[in-house]
């Protein structure tokens, strides 16, 4: 079954939004932002760390 690159996209931009939200504005530890990121996206903590460097350089890049 192929996966929607729109659907991971906006999941992507949601999770990075979310992790902005607790890591900056809620000044939670990042370590605990990507726990309570894995819990929320049902995903493991190595994916969520994953997706958000992908995200962040991924912006760098468009900036």
Same mark, same amino acid.
């Given at each position: 079954?192929?996966?929607?690159?729109? @659907?991971? +996209?906006?999941?992507?931009?949601?999770?990075?939004?979310?992790?902005?939200? *607790?890591?900056?504005? =809620?000044?939670?530890?990042?370590?605990?932002?990507?726990?309570? @990121?894995? +819990?929320?996206?049902?995903?493991?903590?190595?994916?969520?760390?994953?997706? *958000?460097?992908?995200? =962040?350089?991924?912006?760098?890049?468009?900036?």
């Amino acid at each position: 079954m192929p996966r929607d690159n729109k @659907l991971l +996209e906006s999941r992507n931009k949601a999770i990075l939004d979310k992790y902005k939200e *607790l890591y900056e504005v =809620k000044r939670i530890r990042s370590d605990e932002s990507i726990k309570r @990121l894995s +819990e929320m996206f049902f995903l493991s903590e190595s994916t969520v760390s994953q997706i *958000l460097f992908k995200m =962040k350089t991924k912006k760098k890049v468009i900036e």
